[in-house]
């Protein structure tokens, strides 16, 4: 069983070195992918990054979404909205690190 | 309202973000993490970008090119929360070449159902639906009293500005400033505030018609 990680943070740099630290303890078994940050990579969460990082590492067994606080869920919960508005019988759950 | 109105409410609200991008600010350094003027400047400046292609758009494209604008650009839980309400105006304004007070009601109404949607939020929890909620109703009521467009969103702006100013002594039990419990008390909200804002460049716009 394999299911994808995203990490979603207000900062670029705090996702993308979850996601590094996270890669390495997996041996690169477990798709991950950062979503941090919004557009010019200031401070904040982004639908649309989270969109693409879900897109990216969605495999068979579904996604984990793991965030930071305040508007990281709801980005979140827009990003899933969308995904399922375009294909149904998708997997995802999220969860406050 | 014509689709020319809508982008002159637009550019009025961007404009207005722009104005008040120090006081948002101010008001959300008191009971959030001070960046909801700054968020809400850069998510209308790129709304801003998009107005010359928004000019021969019909008004619910115009609206939901906002919204999925301000989703992306915004940043903060505004994004999510405003891009969710213009993406509903533009699902209750589809397929109209004009606007009649009583579409820009129902346009009003979806608005606030998006806000109340994404944050699932009632009032009396200090956030942008007190602002919204009472809004909507005055519309209605100006609305059923036969009152014209100006009226209707005059009187809507003026509940708007009460509800805002409600929300000074309320405690927030929604959204990041009910992390701080008590000392929420005495602040007035940020995103009403910025509810009335935008609701304040409709009434605005529709004035000078």
Known sequence: MTVGL???????????????????MSQGKT??????????DVIGTSVDRIVAA????????????LLDL??????????????DLRSHGRRSSYCCA | MTNE??????????????????????LDSAIGDADHGINMDRGFSAVRDKFPSMASMDISTQLRTVGTTLVSTVGGASGPLYGTAY?????????????????????????????VARGKAQTGEKTMVDALTPAVAAAKRALDQGATLAQITSQAT??????????????????????????SIGHQDPGATSSWLILRSLAEICAGQ
């Open chain 1, 70 to 83: 305040g508007s990281a869920i709801l980005s979140t919960e827009m990003a899933l909205e969308m995904l």
């Open chain 2, 158 to 183: 003026a509940a708007a500005e009460e509800g805002m100013k409600a929300t000074i002594p309320m405690l927030a039990t929604k959204g990041r400033a009910s992390y701080l419990g008590e000392r």
């Open chain 2, 87 to 115: 993406l509903r105006a533009a699902g209750a304004t589809s397929a109209k070449q004009e606007l009649a007070p009583a579409d820009v009601v129902v346009m009003l109404e979806a608005f606030l159902g998006g806000i």
């Open chain 2, 5 to 26: 109105d809508v982008l002159h409410w637009l550019e009025r609200t961007a404009d207005v973000m722009r104005e008040n991008r120090a006081y948002l600010t101010d």
């Open chain 1, 31 to 40: 798709p991950i992918a950062a979503a941090g940050g919004t557009v010019n």
């Open chain 1, 6 to 24: 995203v990490i979603v943070s207000h900062s670029a740099q705090l996702a993308e070195g979850v996601a590094e630290l996270a890669g390495q």
């Open chain 1, 54 to 65: 879900i897109q990216s590492v969605e495999g068979p067994d579904g996604v984990l979404v």
